[in-house]
């Protein structure tokens, strides 16, 4: 009658007894011995380690000898009985002084307690993150695989005796226990829900060096499984690992390792708790009022040229707020250093990377925009807003078809009168050729581009002056349009006036993409 309790409480059944008995004598631990016994509650692993081993040894106990009288809270005797019942000369060669189980190496042993939850949580408290949930990793070293595999075949010999079925897939992964026993500790003290899916990452892992070279006997086995990898120390990754023993006999196994594996002097080392939230992307547009200011930092043979840049300008508040390691940022096209940007602006987004603070409300936002705007008169900022990874794409999406107006100071050679100019009013959907400019030809492949220039109209200055404005398919050379880049653009506006010209200043007035939303004041 106490046993029915007991299956109750670790849900084990009849079929596991056997099962159970096996694993204790081969020096698993208790969470190992429920994991191979597929107990899917999450709360068997929660209890303490003394708990659960009293009840195993009471539930293995109750069979040997089911006329005794068994109380629970006598261990030492239950525990050399269970011992004696060892018998096999495999086993009892396998015996060492350590207690540490010999499939997870401690993990589910000594790292499931509030200690070690407490361990976790103050480093994750140090780096003084604001979020409301947590989710957890654990990284394990790839051997943990070698002798889950050794363990699996151990016991499949004493199910297939019972003819019962067990698959090894049905087996609990020790990640997942691990996670089931100590996950509700670490939320607990941090204050935060510890969910399957959360912007930020916790991370845990274990290395064990006296067994690292378990796995090297699969590189005979299986060589096309292990290929040298950039940025891994060893080639013996737990991927490659795990496929290794997919592809490995029983037999062959079991010629190479022991079943069930050693057990080893020490137990696995916790790496240091590391944490990483989800980049938050913000958008808005930018207007560019300088000519001497680089959208991004202009850095020629290492050396810099010009100091800031747009995006450092709207970096910088955006950084020291979210409390972010840096950032990425990208826009729907871009202005040349002495091309100022009018108008509504130009869309961008800014990924901020690793934000200690992600949560903003408008209000907030809007501050954190007075702030850039405040911070330089070479730039401002509007329709500022925290958008989400793939809203970005918008901003990139048929930006080729899309429409841009330029303004800018024109120059000619010969002198010129009003009407000189207007029969460019009158010019529709002019096809033009782009061979790459000069210019980027460093940076950009040589091609040659077809572009449209919808419209033109002409403001007369003086009698070698005018202002040009523009209305272009996005992606369109203006200065190149203008001055002809020793004829690599055709036709060009040298060309269409029959006289040398150039471009004094360029203003962008108008980036037609409806993106990000506006945003009202
Ligand atoms: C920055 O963005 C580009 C394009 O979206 C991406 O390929 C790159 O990996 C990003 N860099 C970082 C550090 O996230
Ligand atoms: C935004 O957050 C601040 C605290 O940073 C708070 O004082 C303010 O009331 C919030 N505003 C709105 C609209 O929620
Ligand atoms: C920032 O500047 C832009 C453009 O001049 C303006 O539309 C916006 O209202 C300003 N925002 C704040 C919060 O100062
Ligand atoms: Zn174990």
């Not at 040349?336 to 690793?354: I, W």
């Not at 980027?440 to 040009?468: G, K």
């Amino acid at each position: 009658m106490l046993y029915v309790i007991l299956l109750s409480m670790l849900s084990l059944k009849e079929k596991d007894r056997p099962v159970v008995r096996k694993l204790l004598c081969a020096g698993c631990c208790v969470r190992c011995v429920l994991r191979f016994c597929c107990v899917g509650i999450s709360s068997a692993y929660r209890r303490s380690y003394q708990d659960i081993h009293k009840e195993l040894l009471a539930f293995v106990i109750e069979e040997n000898s089911p006329s005794d009288d068994v109380k629970t809270d006598e261990p030492p005797n239950k525990r050399i009985r269970v011992e004696e019942d060892c018998v096999t000369p495999a086993e009892t060669e396998t015996e060492t002084d350590s207690d540490i189980c010999p499939v997870c190496l401690g993990v589910l042993q000594d790292f499931c307690d509030s200690t070690f939850a407490k361990q976790v949580s103050d480093a994750v408290k140090k780096q003084q993150y604001e979020f409301d949930s947590l989710v957890l990793t654990v990284s394990l070293p790839a051997q943990l695989s070698v002798r889950e595999h050794s363990c699996w075949l151990h016991v499949k010999k004493e199910v297939r005796e019972k003819s019962m079925c067990l698959g090894k897939d049905d087996v609990i992964q020790v990640k997942d226990a691990f996670k089931w026993a100590v996950q509700g500790k670490i939320g607990q003290e941090l204050g935060a829900a510890v969910l399957a899916n959360s912007p930020c990452e916790v991370s845990v892992g274990f290395v064990h060096p006296e067994t690292e070279e378990d796995c090297h006997f699969l590189a005979n086995t299986c060589p096309g499984c292990f290929k040298p990898t950039k940025n891994k120390a060893s080639i013996f990754t737990r991927m490659a690992v795990v496929k290794a023993l997919e592809k490995i006999s029983d037999e062959k196994f079991s010629k190479h390792y022991p079943c069930p594996p050693k057990k080893p002097n020490t137990g696995c080392t916790a790496l240091d708790t590391t944490c990483l939230h989800t980049s938050v992307f913000i958008a808005g547009r930018y207007n560019k009022f300088s000519r001497e200011l680089p959208q991004t930092p202009w850095v020629i043979d290492g050396e810099r040229r010009m100091d800031g840049s747009v995006e450092e300008l709207i970096a910088a508040p955006l950084l020291s707020s979210f409390r972010a390691d840096g950032f990425n940022f990208s826009s729907s096209g871009r202005e040349d250093v002495d091309v100022r940007t009018l108008g509504n602006g130009r869309p961008f987004a800014l990924e901020l990377l690793n934000p200690h603070r992600s949560k903003f409300n408008r209000t907030e936002i809007k501050q954190l925009q007075e702030t850039i705007n405040q911070s330089s008169d070479k730039i401002s900022v509007r329709y500022l807003q925290i958008v989400t990874r793939e809203a970005t794409s918008r901003m990139k999406e048929g930006e080729e078809e899309k429409t841009k107006t330029y303004s800018a100071l024109i120059w000619t050679q010969k002198a010129i009168e009003d009407t000189d100019l207007e029969f460019l009013g009158n010019i529709k959907d002019l096809k033009i050729a782009q061979k790459t400019p000069l210019r980027v030809l460093h940076r950009r492949p040589l091609a040659v581009r077809q572009r449209l220039i919808h419209s033109m109209s002409a403001v007369y200055l003086d009698t070698h002056h005018f202002t040009l404005k523009l209305c272009t398919q996005a992606g369109t050379y203006i200065k190149e349009f203008v001055h002809g880049d020793f004829g690599r653009t055709k036709p060009n506006l040298c060309d269409l006036m029959k006289t040398e010209a150039d471009i004094l200043e360029l203003d962008v007035e108008s980036v037609d993409i409806d993106w990000p939303p506006a945003i009202p004041d």
